[in-house]
């Protein structure tokens, strides 16, 4: 693993916190409750808890398949607008971001590979 400067990581992190939450906010209309970012080389993995929208709470109790597919929808749209605002903002090339959500305990996984190491 590289190492980089502790100033940078901490920076980076809260800018791609940062990020993160507006794009949650963007997409959801609300923010994420908790999130904890590491750094691996190329790869970020961004750990966070999540506030499910109410609408899709209700609806998973009696059309589950349907909000199984509005999630998957919903983490797409997610994945391309983040890597489009790293991309933008942090000035970072973005290979693929994958992305996991449990509506059960709205706890997320995100990982991020970069173009190049860190």
Known sequence: M???STHFQHT???DL??????VNQEIYGVGVKKQRIEIFDDRVI?????KRVQALKMLSKNF????????S????EFKSLFKGQIESTLHLKVKTILKDYDPITEEACTIIYLAEYM
């Open 64 to 71: 589950h398949h349907l909000t199984i597919s509005v999630d």
């Open 46 to 50: 961004i750990f966070a808890q999540h």
């Open 12 to 14: 980076f992190k809260k």
């Open 2 to 4: 590289s190492t980089i």
């Open 17 to 22: 916190a940062f990020l993160y939450n507006r």
């Open 73 to 76: 929808a919903l983490i797409a």
